[in-house]
């Protein structure tokens, strides 16, 4: 059974930083695409972050250049490293494996202008 735990978010002024975490259990992440998503009030839940087994990456064009998504195989931690953080970053975070239906709790993200 797949388990995914969120932590690290919080509150923070526009500019700041904030480092996601997802423990993983149930999964290798090594051979996993992990992905993390975000899901902002009256908005859909869009990916915004991709890692691949390989450890190529990809993000959607409104993060790039801030965000940075990591994986640490021996811990089974996903990370999302979040720089430069603006008012429309503000969202609930969840990790999840690409493909596959189960999500966790997920962590707010609230950033202040």
């Known amino acids: 059974q797949v388990q995914l735990v969120e932590s690290g978010g919080g509150l923070v002024q526009a500019g700041g930083s904030l480092r996601l975490s997802c423990a993983a259990s149930?999964?290798?992440?090594?051979?996993?695409?992990m992905g993390w998503y975000r899901q902002a009030p009256g908005k859909q839940r869009e990916l915004v972050a991709t890692?691949?087994?390989?450890?190529?990456?990809n993000y959607v064009d409104s993060v790039k250049g801030r965000f940075t998504i990591s994986r640490d195989n021996a811990k089974q931690t996903l990370y999302l490293q979040m720089n430069s953080l603006k008012p429309e970053d503000t969202a609930v975070y969840y990790c999840?494996?690409?493909?596959?239906?189960?999500w966790g709790q997920g962590t707010q993200v609230t950033v202040s202008s």
């Open positions: 890692i691949f087994p390989g450890g190529s990456t």
């Open positions: 149930g999964i290798m992440l090594r051979v996993a695409t």
């Open positions: 999840k494996e690409l493909g596959i239906d189960g």
